[in-house]
C-alpha cells in the first residue's frame, strides 16, 4: 500500500515564476493538507481539502497561492509569482474519509527561488 | 485563540531517559499527537492522547492533562538515531472538523 506522495522532491524557481506541487493521498484517503515549514521552524497549516471541495483555507496567504483536489488526479498546490519568500519545505497529509487517526505524511517538496 | 510552546532544544545522553513537555491552550481540543521529524524527511506518527493519561508504545510513552493543558512524551534508553525534532501537535475541532496545529517542534540530539 503506497503512502503519501509527493512530486517533485525538489523544485527550484526563480522569483516570478509558478510552481505547481503535487499529492497523491494514500489509497481510500479522501481527506488532503497542505502545510509549510520553513528551515528550523515546525509545521504551518494552509489548506484542507477533500475532494473537489475546499474546507479551511485560512492558512493560505491570501494573494499568489491555490488549492485543488479534483475529483480525479493529485491535489496541487500552485504560487504564482513566486519569492524568495516562498522557499520552504511544503508537506502534503492524507487521512481516511473518517477523519478519526493520524494524518500520514508525504516526503514533502522542496521549493528553492533563486 | 491557538497557542503551542514546546522548549526549542534538548541533549540527552545515550541510554538515558529524556521528557519533552508540550502547553497548550486551543478552543476545540480533540486530541493530541506527537511526531517525529527527521531533518529533512516527513514527519512520523508516535502517539496519540484524547484521554487524559499515560499511553505507552515501546520506548515512547505520552502523558495528557487536559485540565492542565499539557503534554510530554517520554523516551527510554535513548538510541543515537532518536537524535530528530519533535512535534507535539493539537486536533482542534472548533470550526466543525478536525485541524492539526503543530507547535515548533524540539530539536533533541543525543550523545554517547
Known amino acids: 500500500n503506497a503512502g503519501v506522495m509527493q512530486n517533485p522532491r525538489h523544485l527550484v524557481r526563480r522569483r516570478g515564476q509558478e510552481a505547481r506541487l503535487r499529492c497523491s493521498p494514500m489509497k481510500g484517503h479522501s481527506h488532503v493538507y497542505w502545510y509549510r515549514q520553513l528551515p528550523e521552524e515546525g509545521l504551518k497549516f494552509m489548506v484542507y481539502?477533500?475532494?473537489?471541495?475546499?474546507?479551511?483555507e485560512s492558512g493560505m496567504p491570501k494573494e499568489r497561492f491555490s488549492a485543488e483536489f479534483p475529483k480525479e488526479g493529485p491535489s496541487i498546490l500552485r504560487i504564482q509569482q513566486v519569492v524568495r519568500g516562498d522557499s520552504a519545505a511544503y508537506f502534503c497529509?492524507?487521512?481516511?474519509?473518517?477523519?478519526?487517526?493520524?494524518?500520514?505524511f508525504g516526503p514533502g517538496t522542496r521549493l528553492t527561488v533563486t | 485563540g491557538q497557542n503551542i510552546d514546546q522548549p526549542t532544544e534538548m541533549t540527552a545522553t545515550e541510554g538515558a531517559i529524556v521528557q519533552i513537555n508540550c502547553t497548550y491552550q486551543t478552543s476545540g481540543f480533540n486530541g493530541l499527537f506527537w511526531y517525529q521529524q527527521h531533518a529533512g524527511e516527513a514527519p512520523t506518527f508516535l502517539s496519540y492522547?484524547?484521554?487524559?493519561g499515560l499511553e505507552e508504545k515501546g520506548r515512547f510513552s505520552s502523558f495528557l492533562s487536559r485540565s492542565k493543558g499539557y503534554s510530554y512524551l517520554l523516551l527510554k534508553e535513548l538510541q543515537m538515531k532518536d537524535s530528530a525534532s519533535y512535534l507535539c501537535?493539537?486536533?482542534?475541532?472548533?470550526?466543525?472538523?478536525?485541524?492539526?496545529?503543530f507547535g515548533a517542534g524540539t530539536r533533541l540530539a543525543v550523545h554517547p
Open positions: 481539502l477533500q475532494k473537489e471541495n475546499i474546507i479551511d
Open positions: 497529509a492524507s487521512s481516511p474519509a473518517t477523519q478519526t487517526y493520524e494524518q500520514y
Open positions: 501537535a493539537v486536533r482542534d475541532s472548533s470550526g466543525g472538523y478536525n485541524k492539526l496545529i
Open positions: 492522547n484524547v484521554l487524559d
